[in-house]
């Protein structure tokens, strides 16, 4: 059995229920608040992050590319044309490049703000760093996004997907990225149909049906975020 500690608005939890999704591998998921200290979950992942993933019995794999690696390397084969991490090596370190930048460098610039501003703030009580965003921040992340959505552009005018002619974990990874940002109506999707076509087609997968799904109490999606051909 397969257990995903995560939380709704993370980022790399969220490609990593794409990964499990894409590889059928169903799991039992508990939510996590990245902020709060949970010893258990500690004793599981010292360093406090998440997406943390368990099978019955076997050690804690710790961190979303890590949980993509080891899902390639246990059901990978199994999946055939559907593989997410190419056969070549030369493609398989431009679909690792890629994960890298979407999860990490895309997620640093632009989504941890939205998601620090304007979700975390008012879920987090007063001693937690609760309270209203900060629209400088907001103003700087909307800047960075225009980066990172012109890079997504370049890439999938150039491919058929974002890390070459099939997709693969890249662009889980960019969906998983714009799709917490469109939750909150930040993406500018009028600006960059290109990347509009691309995130149409990585949407309709059933894969982001679960994604599509999610809803947080007081803080409903934007009114395009389930709609496919928004």
């Not at 370190?93 to 703000?113: H, I, P, S």
Request: aromatic share 10%; hydrophobic share 40%; with cysteine.
């Amino acid at each position: 059995m397969l257990q995903l500690y995560h939380n709704m608005m993370d980022v790399p939890s969220r490609f990593a229920r794409l990964c499990l999704a894409e590889a059928k591998a169903g799991a039992e998921l508990t939510e996590m608040m990245p902020w709060a200290r949970d010893e258990a979950f500690l004793l599981l992942n010292p360093a406090g992050t998440l997406p943390v993933l368990r099978e019955n019995d076997g050690p804690p794999v710790c961190g979303a590319q890590v949980i993509a690696e080891y899902l390639d390397e246990t059901r990978g084969y199994a999946l055939g044309e559907r593989r997410l991490m190419p056969d070549h090596p030369n493609e398989r370190a431009e679909t690792r490049r890629l994960m890298n930048w979407f999860l990490e460098k895309a997620v640093d610039d632009t989504a941890q703000y939205f998601i620090e501003e304007k979700i975390y703030k008012r879920l987090k009580g007063p001693s937690e760093g609760g309270g209203s965003p900060d629209s400088n921040i907001l103003r700087a992340a909307r800047s960075n996004l225009r980066m990172h959505l012109q890079y997504i552009g370049y890439l999938a005018e150039r491919r058929n997907w974002l890390a070459g002619n099939r997709i693969t974990y890249a662009d889980l990874a960019a969906g998983a990225m714009l799709s917490v940002i469109d939750y909150m109506g930040e993406v500018p999707w009028e600006k960059e149909p290109v990347v509009k076509d691309w995130y149409q087609r990585i949407k309709s997968r059933p894969c982001f049906r679960p994604i599509l799904a999610d809803s947080l109490k007081g803080i409903p999606a934007a009114n395009h975020y389930m709609d496919l051909d928004f």
